[in-house]
Antibody, heavy 119, light 110 residues
Framework: EVQLVESGGGLVQPGGSLRLSCAAS????????MTWVRQAPGKGLEWVSVISSGGSTYYTDSVKDRFTISRDNSKNTLYLQMNSLRAEDTAVYHC?????????????WGQGTLVTVSS | QTVVTQVPSFSVSPGGTVTLTCGLS?????????PSWYQQTPGQAPRTLIY???TRSSGVPDRFSGSILGNKAALTITGAQADDESDYYC??????????FGGGTRVTVL
């Protein structure tokens, strides 16, 4: 069974940094496309970033040069390093996996971790 | 930047049929956009309903169906039930590795 458990969220000041983790079980993170999706309070879903099985990475414009997606295959964990955080980055961050080895879309979802950017 | 458009809200009577759409501010949604649809209730993670335009995810009732209608992706709920009351989101592939979600449609069953 595919399971995804996010952690690392919390309160951070504007301009600060945070690293989110997504622990996977039931499959190997290095063999699937893995995605981060966020949802600001009371707002809709926003696609943030994806890492391919080959290690290629893609980002939405608003987080480019500030966020970095990565994974540790030995720990079977996906990460999102978030730097230069802004108030508008406040959201629940979900990690997600593609349906199969070739699917780049979010299909299996974790419950999410809340990031609050505030002074 | 291209925006993915969804009607903010819809009401449907129990047993009725509703079709939600997902378009682009510029251009068309086609099967090459690989649209997917998600259902989300408050405080819960999204649940994948439909992928690749019209394929139901495992365990999704057949009252949910996906299609392309004109230049938009569509999600149809046939025989709506009370527990279909949720937010529904589409996501569309824009190319170059990028996906974009629509703003979501809140469906009320009453």
């Amino acid at each position: 069974e595919v399971q995804l458990v996010e952690s690392g969220g919390g309160l951070v000041q504007p301009g600060g940094s945070l690293r989110l983790s997504c622990a996977a079980s039931g499959f190997a993170v290095g063999t699937h496309y893995m995605t981060w999706v966020r949802q600001a309070p009371g707002k809709g879903l926003e696609w943030v970033s994806v890492i391919s099985s080959g290690g290629s990475t893609y980002y939405t414009d608003s987080v480019k040069d500030r966020f970095t997606i990565s994974r540790d295959n030995s720990k079977n964990t996906l990460y999102l390093q978030m730097n230069s955080l802004r108030a508008e980055d406040t959201a629940v961050y979900h990690c997600a996996r593609g349906r199969d080895y070739y699917d780049t879309s979010p299909h299996y979802w974790g419950q999410g971790t809340l990031v609050t950017v505030s002074s | 930047q291209t925006v993915v458009t969804q009607v903010p809200s819809f009401s449907v009577s129990p047993g009725g049929t509703v079709t939600l759409t997902c378009g682009l501010s510029s251009g068309s949604v086609s099967t090459s956009s690989y649209p997917s649809w998600y259902q989300q209730t408050p405080g819960q993670a999204p649940r994948t309903l439909i992928y690749n335009t019209n394929t139901r995810s495992s365990g999704v009732p057949d009252r949910f169906s996906g299609s392309i209608l004109g230049n938009k992706a569509a999600l149809t709920i046939t025989g709506a039930q009370a527990d279909d009351e949720s937010d529904y989101y589409c996501v569309v592939y824009m190319g170059s590795g990028i996906w974009v979600f629509g703003g979501g449609t809140r469906v009320t069953v009453l």
